[in-house]
């Protein structure tokens, strides 16, 4: 079965630099989440779309923004990246906001120098 | 705003052992409670969810958990684990009218042959 598709899988960036990181949701999904996974941490929630608009946001940095595209799929765009900014950021996708299950990619790795 | 506590960071199990990881969430509305299991490189995946009915849930892989709604937790448990559930687990909550699912800190499990 086609899970949720993130690209690229490794990122690396200097300081101040830009990135954007892409998810796919599994076809017929209409609701993306991202979240951010720093080094032996949770997850925590950054923003979700469902339906093309935004949904809910959670603790996103305004450096960055991100949205969901006629397609459904989704861009997060980092910018003046900080080191802090290293880590794991998961996408998930659900079919409607009430579902509750939520399924993940495999993640987008940044590293920043 | 909702929270998870995990009572356990790290865990380390001999095979056949029975396993419980504790969840607590404060909140005090309805809410939707998930254990997602993240084996070593790999994404999050569920193990099972609660949304209503039922308190005794049962998921993937032989798990269940218990939702105790005076006690606000959501205990993980299988009876006798394997080398292959080493892992980090996750519990998760939504409520609130929150898109995004809070998570825990996580719990280290390791199994040893």
């Known amino acids: 079965a086609a899970g949720v598709i993130q690209s690229p899988r490794h990122l690396i960036k200097e300081k101040r630099e830009t990135a954007t990181l892409k998810c796919y949701p599994i076809?017929?999904?209409?609701?993306v989440y991202w979240y951010q996974q720093g080094p032996g941490q949770d997850p925590q929630f950054l923003i979700s779309?469902?339906?093309?608009?935004?949904?809910d946001k959670g603790s996103i940095p305004d450096r960055f923004s991100a949205q969901q595209f006629s397609d459904y799929h989704s861009e997060l765009n980092m910018s003046s990246l900080e080191l802090g900014d290293s880590a794991l950021y998961f996408c998930?996708?659900?079919?409607?906001?009430?579902?509750?299950?939520?399924?993940f990619g495999e993640g987008s790795r940044l590293t920043v120098l | 705003a909702q929270s998870v506590s995990q009572h356990n960071h790290h865990v380390i199990l001999s095979e056949a052992a029975s396993l419980e990881l504790g969840c607590n969430y404060s909140?005090?509305?309805?809410?939707?409670l998930f254990w997602y299991v993240q084996y070593p490189g790999q994404h999050l995946q569920l193990l099972l969810k609660y949304f209503s009915g039922d308190p005794l849930v049962k998921g993937i892989k032989g798990f269940e958990a218990e939702f105790i709604k005076s006690k606000f937790s959501f205990n993980l448990r299988k009876p006798s684990v394997q080398w292959s559930d080493t892992a980090e687990y996750f519990c998760a909550v939504r409520g609130g009218g929150a898109d995004g699912l809070t998570f825990g800190k996580g719990t280290h499990l390791i199994i040893q042959p």
């Open positions: 779309f469902y339906e093309k608009m935004q949904s």
């Open positions: 909140y005090g509305g309805t809410v939707n």
């Open positions: 998930a996708s659900s079919l409607g906001l009430d579902t509750g299950e939520l399924f």
């Open positions: 076809p017929r999904h209409d609701t």
